[in-house]
């Protein structure tokens, strides 16, 4: 007997069990409404049904998705559930998927332009066409001296922008020998983690990192991060980086951009944080949350919240490119290129890894199909259905609105307090009937209701409206 050679699917095999998993995807966008959202299982219940060693003879493939389908699924949290107002949506659409399969498919890694010239070039022009779609300033685009990438995530652009300022500010001595121990950052008590993990990673360091009050709507108060900054310059330090968000995590809070730049001086860089709310600027009437972005020098949002593009993919622009690669090129001869040379673009000089996936195709497939209406028409339908949620929730005599709703997100807390309003999301969210997630605002427990997912119409709405109505109404009982 000759030992077996090739192990391979066949490509007969892959194209049947190809169209096999693109009909269980679609079946799955079917059944998952029917679904709790949050599946009822504990930790390791999932890992306990698993062999724990790998098989020594390869199986058939059908054996594997019936694993799926039994092992598999039951654990996973329904984030493509019409149902899901918890986090952020993190939504995706069919053309997304597709163009998933395609770059999945090509297997190319776009770390230079020589090693996939389409992924590079396709690249610029999408993030190109993005400064266009949201009414970005011109300083973005590549066609001036700045420029967008496509990152995994925004912690990775907040990162790269603290590095491109910290490199700006020391005049690239930060990476040649070390970072100097007076250099600030600043960003709101309500930034988001990454920010400080961004500080962490960048050598800056927590005690270095000022976390700036915010005003009653839980945005950044421009007076007391003026004060902040004087502060820092009368102790000797040298102020370098702030982060502005645009969409706070907790109440998705705008901070005030253009006051913001107001107080700053040049040599402190301006990042903005518009990771789950930039997307709708895709609509006009929703762009004043960027007025005052021309003073910013790079600013990132996700597509992968709230653009129907599947995770991973995160927008980051710079103003100026030469600052961002200046911090992270370096080259070895083994990727010295001719085109290189002649001013053709390497992504990995934008980013942390040096490897990259084809990202833009599913940005591209799925600008392509919706078009800007097509973005603008469902933005606007959560907007609204949001709109409906405030509404009620202001005229019920049970909850108040903690804050004022911006955009796709309403919070919301019990009049009786803390305790009843953790009791009644712990009450609807164990009903599987719909999954929403909490945060605190001024130390009050606060429920906050996200609408952004594909499918979610006014009905899911509604339904969530009336979970959560009835469970205060049984606790008051209770
Ligand atoms: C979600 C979010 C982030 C983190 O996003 P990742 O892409 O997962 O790193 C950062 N900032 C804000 C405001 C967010 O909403």
Same mark, same amino acid.
């Given at each position: 007997m000759h030992p077996k050679l090739d192990y391979h699917m066949t490509t007969e095999e892959f194209r049947k069990a190809g169209k096999e998993v693109v009909d269980w995807i679609a079946d799955y966008y079917d059944w998952?409404?029917?679904?709790?959202?949050?599946?009822a299982v504990e930790p390791g219940d999932i890992l306990a049904q698993l062999p724990p060693l790998p098989p020594q003879k390869g199986e058939p493939f059908g054996r594997v998705m019936s694993d799926v389908d039994a092992l598999i699924m039951p654990g996973i949290?329904?984030?493509?559930?019409?149902n899901f107002f918890a986090y952020f949506p993190s939504n995706t659409s069919f053309p997304s998927i597709l163009g998933e399969m395609v770059s999945a498919g090509l297997?190319?890694?776009? *770390?230079?332009?020589?090693?996939s010239p389409s992924c590079t070039e396709l690249e610029t022009l999408v993030m190109d066409w993005v400064v266009d779609l949201l009414g970005?300033?011109?300083?973005?685009?590549?066609?001036?001296?700045g420029g967008g990438v496509i990152h995994d995530t925004a912690s990775s652009a907040v990162l790269c922008a603290m590095l491109a300022a910290r490199e700006r500010i020391t005049k690239g001595s930060g990476n040649a020998k070390g970072v100097p121990a007076n250099l600030v950052a600043y960003t709101s008590t309500?930034?988001?983690s990454s920010v400080q993990k961004a500080a962490r990673i960048a050598g800056i360091g927590d005690e270095n990192l000022r976390l700036v009050d915010v005003d009653a709507s839980f945005a950044m108060d421009p007076a007391a991060l003026r004060r902040a900054i004087q502060e820092d310059l009368a102790a000797g330090k040298t102020p370098f980086f702030i982060c502005a968000t645009?969409?706070?995590?907790?109440?998705l809070a705008m901070d005030p951009i253009q006051a913001i730049s107001d107080v700053l001086d040049e040599s402190v860089w301006l990042h903005i944080d518009?990771? *789950?709310?930039?997307?709708?600027?895709?609509?006009?009437?929703?762009?004043?949350?960027?007025?005052?972005?021309?003073?910013? !020098?790079s600013y990132c949002f996700n597509p992968?919240?709230?653009?129907?593009?599947?995770?991973?993919c995160s927008c980051f622009f710079v103003a100026d490119r030469n600052a961002l690669i200046g911090a992270l090129s370096i080259l070895p001869e083994y990727l010295r290129t001719a085109e290189h040379a002649a001013g053709?673009? !390497?992504?990995?000089?934008?980013?942390?890894?040096l490897g990259r996936r084809f990202r833009a195709l599913k940005l591209w497939f799925v600008i392509r199909h919706y078009g800007a209406e097509g973005l603008q028409s469902h933005v606007r339908q959560h907007i609204e259905l949001a709109k409906e949620f405030e509404r009620w929730v202001a005229e019920s !005599?049970?909850?108040?609105?903690?804050v004022k709703r911006s955009l796709n997100t309403v919070c919301f807390a019990d009049k009786r307090g803390d305790q009843a309003t953790k009791a009644i999301l712990d009450k609807v969210n164990a009903s599987g009937k719909l999954f929403a997630s909490h945060t605190k605002l001024n130390d009050r427990y606060t429920i906050r209701m996200m609408v952004g997912q594909r499918t979610t119409e006014l009905r899911h709405v509604r339904t969530a409206w009336e979970r959560f109505s009835e469970a205060a109404s049984e606790y008051r009982k209770g």
């Open positions: 998952v409404e029917s679904q709790p959202v949050v599946p949290t329904h984030w493509q559930s019409p297997g190319v890694q776009g *770390m230079v332009w020589k090693t970005l300033p011109a300083r973005f685009l590549s066609t001036g001296s309500q930034a988001h645009v969409g706070t995590t907790s109440s518009a990771a *789950m709310a930039g997307s709708a600027a895709v609509c006009p009437e929703f762009r004043d949350m960027h007025a005052g972005i021309e003073g910013a !020098d992968h919240k709230w653009l129907f593009t599947n995770f991973d053709a673009i !390497d992504y990995r000089d934008w980013q942390v890894p !005599d049970q909850f108040d609105l903690v």
